[in-house]
């Protein structure tokens, strides 16, 4: 299922990582489970597991995923240091035992000269000590940029990997876009070429995840530096393809952009919006006038002909208006189904509404059709993406006009 979201704090635990989640308009988060750099990891808080399980439930979060810290390399020379990452792996699975169905990702590590062969070996032999068929997290292999000794720059690699491994139910991939670009695939000029080799050598039916950044570096640098989208080497243009292509437009996508909160919830808009099939430069503009931004989309998304003063809806709005990024109200009828309720009952009482739904089911009889927030169809009529969901997901009886 298609979500986005971006690398949270988890400092202030897991139900304000979701909130933080919500405010900035994502429907998944990435985190780390223990500090990146060592190995300490204060206890989970079952009830603040509770809580944030709550909050994924009630805004439908499919998944979460788990990133493990950097100091794991389960095919480093010294036998302490592998013995360590795999203790810390164990541990963290532990944990997601919390988050059932979520994501645990890691870095395939670095094997220090003893030739990738021995290190695939080693990060084989530690995972099937550490996979069991009872867990409830599925395991992600990251791509990697291919810097020094680091294995995962190649497919070749994580595939030997994943076929080596007691229980590859349990085992997938991490796509990142710019260990990717970095490590010589060609994203920019030949993304499908580059699908089709991830295909034939892994299998795009192990590809769980998608980490989208862009790049400080060329295609081939080797070099593993982030940017934020649009400011590197890779573009949007390459980007919104790759979260547009039909492979992959039914997995979570997770920012790992050098961003602050305002920056992330810029690039989920964005990354919302290629979705909607919203004109990024509409995005843009009202995405930078805030509140005001928030007020002009109200007004061309609420359904023409009902009722405003409502003051059950109108109270609804004023509630849930302020929180929700500007390009969530494409979503609103899956992501909030008591406005649906609401919606359907103000139709009852409008003329003007039963007149737009004959409208919107002859529009609909030509195909399907994406439309922006206050567009016009072919024909000259006003249309309402809100609307044209919604009745796709209703019977319209014949004559109802």
Known sequence: MFAVGCHLSSSKGFAHMGREALSIGGDTFQFFLRNPRGGSAKEADPQDAALLREIMKEHHFPLILAHAPYTMNLCSAKEEVRAFGEEMMRDDLRRMELFPGSLYNFHPGSHSGQGAEEGIRLITESLNRILTSEMHTQVLLETMAGKGSELGGKFEELRAILDGVNFPEKLGVCLDTCHVHDAGYDLIGDLEGVLGTFDRVIGLDRLKAVHLNDSKNPCGSRKDRHEKLGEGCIGLDALKRLVLSPPLRNLPFFLETPNELSGYRKEIRMVKAWRAGLRHRQVSEIAEEGEDGVRILVDRVWPRGLRKESAEISAWWKEIAPSMGLWEWSHLPERFPEFREMYLQELQHSEKALKRR????????????????????????????????????????????
């Open 358 to 401: 004959e409208e919107v089911r002859t529009l609909l009889k030509k195909g399907p059709v994406t439309l922006l927030y206050g567009d016009k169809d072919e024909e000259g009529n006003h249309v309402n993406v809100l609307e044209e969901w919604i009745l796709r997901e209703i019977e319209i009886p014949e004559g109802d006009s």
